[in-house]
C-alpha cells in the first residue's frame, strides 16, 4: 500500500507541476501581449504628435534626424556596387543634410534594416517559388510600356520609387504600393503625388505577365520594381 501511495503523489506531483507550467506560459504570453499593445500605444501616440507636420514621416526613427536637420533627403540611386539588387540593377541610398559619420551610419543602419524586413517577408511569401513572374515581353518592353504612362507631377525629376506588387496566378497585377522610406524630400504632399504617380503608372501599363510556379503549377509573387522618373535631359 505504501508504494501504490508513492505512486499517486508522483502522479499528482507531474500534474501540479504540468499545471504550474501551463500557468506559467499562459502570464508569461499575456505579459508579452500587454509590452507589445503597450509599444504599439506609444508609438502610435508619438506618432499623432508629428503625422501632420505636412513632412511625411511616421516613424520615430526618422523623425528625429527630420527634427534636428531639417533639409535632410535621402534616396536610393543607380550604382554598380549598389547593395540592393533589382531587375533594373543595382541601388544605394544618398544621404545629403546630415552632419557627422556617427550620425549618418545610423540612418544608413535603419535604413538598411528596414529594406531587409520587407525583403524577408516577401522571400517568405514566394517560398517554395520554382521560377520568377516576369513580364512575357521582356523587362526592356516592360519599363518602355512603363515610362510611357508614368506622368510626374511638377518639378519632379530623377527621384526612384520602388514599388512592390503582386503576381497572381493567372499573371494579372493585383496590390501595388509604393515601398516606404526609399527616398525622402521633406514634403509628404509631393511625395504622395510621386508614389500616385508610380502606382498609376504600373496599374495603366497593359501588358501581360508570365506567372511564377511552385511545384510546377502557377502561384502567386511578389516582386519590387525601382521606377525612376525621368528628368528634363533625359
Keep these: 500500500m505504501k508504494q501504490q501511495g508513492s505512486h499517486i503523489n508522483l502522479h499528482v506531483f507531474i500534474m501540479l507541476t504540468g499545471l504550474f507550467t501551463m500557468s506559467f506560459l499562459t502570464n508569461c504570453e499575456k505579459t508579452n501581449t500587454e509590452d507589445r499593445e503597450k509599444e504599439k500605444t506609444e508609438a502610435v501616440s508619438r506618432t499623432e504628435a508629428y503625422e501632420s507636420d505636412g513632412k511625411g514621416v511616421e516613424d520615430p526613427f526618422v523623425h528625429e534626424f527630420v527634427e534636428k536637420y531639417p533639409g535632410m533627403e535621402f534616396a536610393y540611386v543607380p550604382t554598380r556596387d549598389g547593395e540592393i ?78 514599388i512592390e506588387l503582386t503576381i497572381d496566378e493567372k499573371g494579372n497585377i493585383t496590390d501595388v504600393s509604393a515601398s516606404e522610406y526609399m527616398y525622402y524630400i521633406g514634403n509628404e504632399e509631393s511625395m504622395k503625388a510621386i ?18 510556379t511552385k511545384n510546377g503549377q502557377p502561384a502567386k509573387m511578389k516582386i519590387e520594381l525601382p521606377i525612376t522618373f525621368p528628368t528634363e535631359d533625359s
Design 85 to 162: 539588387r533589382t531587375v533594373q540593377g543595382n541601388f544605394q541610398v544618398e544621404i545629403d543634410g546630415i552632419e557627422g559619420p556617427d550620425e549618418l551610419d545610423k540612418l544608413e543602419k535603419f535604413l538598411g534594416e528596414n529594406y531587409s524586413r520587407r525583403d524577408s517577408l516577401r522571400a517568405e511569401f514566394n517560398k517554395g517559388i520554382d521560377s520568377v513572374a516576369e513580364p512575357e515581353g521582356g523587362y526592356e518592353a516592360y519599363f518602355e510600356a512603363l515610362e510611357a504612362n508614368l506622368s510626374a507631377p511638377e518639378d519632379v525629376g530623377g527621384e526612384t520609387v520602388f
Design 195 to 212: 508614389h500616385q504617380a508610380a502606382i498609376s503608372a504600373v496599374k495603366e501599363t497593359d501588358m501581360k505577365w508570365k506567372p511564377a
